[in-house]
Every structure is written in C-alpha cells, then in structure tokens.
C-alpha cells in the first residue's frame, strides 16, 4: 500500500503486479467506474457513520469530493484502461480534493473541517524494461509549428515525430546501424528520451572509439541564452535550443567531437591536412544506476564525418580546394540531403548519377530520415550555435549543372542551382 507519508514514486515509479495491468487495476479510493466520488458516498459505502453511539449509519454529514486524474510523462490525459506504454511511463495518478468537512450527531467537537490537498503517484507498466525511446537533434524543419517549418519535412511516422525526433529502431547491438544518427560533426548535440526510468538517476561514460570521434551524456538544462546569427550578411541573435519549447526541465543530452578545422584552416586557402576519423564508428551508451547496473542502452554508427568552414562565403573552386586541401572530400547533394532530383527540373533537374540521398523525399527539400544525408538527420546545423559552428545559408556542392553553374542546399531546405563563382558555403565530408 502506498500513502502520501510512504510516496517517493517521483524518483522510483510504482511498477505493475502483473503485465498487461492497466491503471484501472490499481485500487484506490475513486471507484474504478468515475473519475470523482462525494464524501458523503464514501461514508455510506464505508458504513463509517455507526460507531455504536446511537447515531446510524445515516447519522454522518459530509460535504467534498476527491477527484482523480491521469496523465502519461508528456502531461496527455489517458484513461484507466489505456495499453500502457513504457516511453509514455511513468505515468501520473493525481488525487486531489478542494476540501470538505465531516460532522456527527455526537461527540466534541462533531464537526471536522479541512482544506483542499492534492498528491500524486507514479507508475510503470509491470514487465517492460527501460529504454531510449527517441533521440532529438533540432526538430525544426520537421513538420513542427514552429514559423517557416513545413509538413513536407516530416518524415515516416515509424522513424520521424515531429514534437519528438527520431524514433529509436533497434535495440540489438547488432542493428545499432538503424539509429540515428549516422553522419556528425564536431560539437553537434541531441537529446535521448528515456522511458522507464528517471534520466536524473542515470550515469554515463563517455566513449571513444579510437582517439577521433567522442561521444560525452550529460545531464544538463536547456540553453536560453541567444547568438550571434552565424551569416554574412544577417543581423540580430537567436536563441539556442530554439526547437525545445519546456527549458525548465533537464534533459539527457549526447554531444558528439572529432575533427575540425581551427580557424587559422578556415581562413587559408590552403590549409594543413586534418585528421581524418576512421569509419564507420560503432557506438553504444549505457545509462547506469548508483549501484553501476547499466539499465539502459542507445547505440548507433557514425558512416560520415563532416567538417565545415565556418562562415566562409566563396566560390565553388575555392571551397572545393580547401576541402581537398584538408584530405576531405567536397559534398554532394546526396551526402547533404534525400532530395529527389527531376521534381522541379528548372532548380534540380537530373543529370547524370546527381541525385539526392536515399530513401528519396520525392520532392524538391530533405525529408527526416536516418542515413539519408547530413541536413535529413541534422536540420541546418546552424542553429546549434557556436559549439558547432556552422555558417547559415547556402551550401554549395561539388554537384555541376554545367561548366558554369553548381547545385547547392538552400538553407530552408532545397535543391538549386547557382553560378558557380557566386558565394556559398562549403562542408566537406569524410569518406
């Protein structure tokens, strides 16, 4: 039995007797059929107002009502007979009054009268074990509501959710390769939705394959602080994690750090060679309880590694030497985004083996998908701010349309074309 004075569910969630039970199993003193039950109706079904003292059972006067609610771990209301879903846990029982009083025939004093209270217990499902049920880089340019996102950005609601990020596709090591994500670059973040355990009790270790690539957990608050807008020729700030709407609340987030190029590189035309990370890197995380029992696990494999230049704004050949320079391949269209060359054949016609990544978007922009390009699974990586460092706006690609013009990645998302000796961005990629 648990009571307000015996209640630490908040940190260790009330598990389940038996799998398959529902909120509806658990007994309490709302009655299974309604969500509010009178004072007055508890005190007759109880049979608490004989005492013996010649009063009655009817000799009781209540007044109140305590009510109960439900809510899974994102505050949606559920009902008590919902399937109970281990990345929607733990869920929330909420009892609450807005006070009563209680008086008798006899006795001194024979009336009682207390204020409103509430409390709340939480729950887990019996029998499903805790996990990573998403990992969200920035969710705009996702289908999301925020101003100038679009639902054609939406990926597959199997791999892609909007106010979530992507949907975690394996937990067998050996299937780790479905998850996002699968291209990075240094200073790049996301966050892992833990179901089934509260992530402030976990522990993780960084890991390192090799010496290049590193992936550090931390359990950290939200940024609200803002930045310079990383463009050559925009003003103003932005605020970071614009994507995460509640910053009161702790997150789990992965931050990944390899390769980059200094800015002595970035501003030579000619830069030193820069390491270049050995792919593909398999890694797994593993959340640990006080006691060092890993609980929980998230992997997945790095098969691309890009590295950009800043907020340098050239031209074609400029940007595709200094990726050579740096031992680094320049992009193509189909490590950047799933695009679907033919769509719109006056910005991205089809030439030649050009074409976006697959699975294909079918359409002139990137859609969320995990292994198809580097904005399909990142979104503009401007707006991780400084830690990443990304410049904003068009990305050129080493894709010709002719002798003259290039394709390039638009910073909203498409596909177009540009003479080749205008400006644009460069990021350079390794393989």
Known sequence: M?????????????????????????????????????????????????????QGANGIIATGSISVSFMDKNGNAVSRGDILD??????????????????????????????????????????????????????????????????????????????????????????YRLNFPTTGADGLYFDLDVGGVHASQLTWSTVTNGSDITATVSWVRPRSDSFSIPC??????????????DKSQNVTRVTLNGPRADNTQIQSSNPSRLIAPSLPQLFELQGKDSSGNVVVKYGFELRQWFVHRGEKYTTVPEQATWCSSLGYRFSRVRDLS?????????????????????????????????????????????????????????????????????????????????????????????P
């Open 2 to 54: 648990f009571t307000p004075q015996n209640n630490n569910s908040a940190m260790t969630p009330i598990r389940l007797l038996n799998a398959g039970d529902t909120l509806a199993n658990i007994e309490m003193i709302v009655p299974s059929s309604t969500d509010s039950v009178s004072i007055s109706s508890l005190v007759t079904q109880g049979n608490w107002g004989d005492d013996g003292d010649g």
């Open 86 to 175: 281990i990345c929607k846990a733990p869920y929330k029982v909420t009892l609450s009054s807005l006070g009563g009083s209680l008086a008798t025939a006899y006795g001194v004093p024979n009336k009682r009268i207390f204020s409103g209270s509430t409390v709340s217990y939480h729950i887990n499902p019996h029998s499903q074990q805790p996990k990573v049920c998403y990992a969200r880089p920035r969710l705009i340019f996702g289908g999301t509501n925020s101003s100038g996102d679009n639902p054609r950005f939406t990926g597959p609601s199997s791999i892609w959710d909007p106010t979530k990020g992507f949907l975690t596709q394996s937990i067998n090591p050996s299937f």
């Open 232 to 245: 050559r020729w925009c003003s103003g700030t932005t605020t970071y994690d614009d994507w995460i709407s």
């Open 338 to 430: 799933n695009a679907k060359c033919g769509v719109n054949n006056t910005d991205f016609p089809c030439i030649g083996d050009i074409d976006g990544s697959m699975p294909s978007s079918g359409t002139l922009y990137y859609q969320r998908r995990i292994g198809a390009g580097f904005l399909s699974e990142w979104s503009d990586a401007s707006y991780y701010g400084d830690v990443a460092g990304f410049g904003r706006g068009d990305i050129w690609t080493s894709d010709a349309v002719s002798n003259t013009n290039h394709f390039y990645i638009h910073r909203n998302g498409y596909v177009g074309q540009w003479g080749s000796y205008g400006g644009g961005y460069a990021v350079c990629t390794m």
